[in-house]
């Protein structure tokens, strides 16, 4: 079965540094995907960013990259040059092939400090 | 592309009533998840439709039912209710059924069981 681990309830950053919140996932699957989203106080869901498991470039949009280590099973996301808008909880979630549902982890919350 | 709608955004309701939540998908979105996200719990899968057929379901009772009409919209029906019921419900919709879809969130709907 998969599983997402997010080890981080809480963490918190200056403004304008990177920050890097962990992700570990359990899959026997060899094809699936792994995603980040952003869920504000305001509830709802914003997707971040992706990587599939056979790209071989780590993930990146703008200030998001993600941190690949497929032998590790890991897939931490970076933000750089963090802005007080920032401050959310960040899910980790991955969806294979055969299983075709989103498992997401239990999330870490972010609070950007000024 | 407006994105996906949930209606309505608040809901209060009593023990033993039910209720209908919809979603409406990003154009062209054929694919409709439902999840429930409690502070216990987290974010629990709870369906998914594609093209009115239920693909895919979660560990959840009876109680809890969905369809998908033929314009890709759909609703999420929860009888007898409970007081854990109480959650944010959340929709997403994706283009297909590929693992490698992103799915796309609304802005849930915040149901409270009194």
């Known amino acids: 079965a998969q599983k997402i681990t997010q080890t981080q309830p809480g963490m918190f950053v200056q403004e304008k540094e990177a920050v890097t919140l962990d992700c570990t996932y359990d899959t026997s699957d060899q094809s699936y995907g792994l995603f980040w989203y952003k869920q504000p106080s305001s509830g709802e869901m914003i997707f971040l960013i992706y990587q599939g498991s056979y790209d071989e470039q780590n993930a990146t949009e703008g200030r998001y990259s993600l941190n690949f280590q497929k032998a590790r099973k890991s897939a931490n996301l970076v933000i750089s040059a963090s802005q007080l808008g920032d401050s959310a909880m960040y899910f980790c979630?991955?969806?294979?092939?055969?299983?075709?549902?989103?498992?997401f982890g239990a999330g870490t919350r972010l609070a950007v400090h000024p | 592309k407006a994105g996906v709608t949930q209606t309505p955004r608040y809901l209060i309701k009593t023990r033993g009533q039910q209720v209908t939540l919809s979603c409406s998908p990003i154009s062209g979105h054929r694919s409709v998840s439902w999840y429930q996200q409690t502070p216990g719990q987290g974010l629990q899968f709870l369906f998914e439709?594609?093209?009115?057929?239920?693909?895919n379901k979660g560990n959840f009772p009876g109680r809890f039912s969905g369809r998908q009409f033929s314009n890709s919209r759909s609703e999420m029906n929860v009888s007898t209710l409970e007081l854990g019921d109480s959650a944010l419900y959340l929709c997403?919709?994706?283009?297909?059924?590929?693992?490698?879809?992103?799915?796309?969130f609304g802005p849930g709907t915040r149901l409270t069981v009194l």
């Open positions: 997403a919709s994706r283009p297909g059924l590929s693992s490698t879809d992103t799915q796309y």
């Open positions: 979630a991955s969806r294979t092939g055969g299983y075709n549902k989103l498992i």
């Open positions: 439709y594609f093209s009115e057929t239920q693909r």
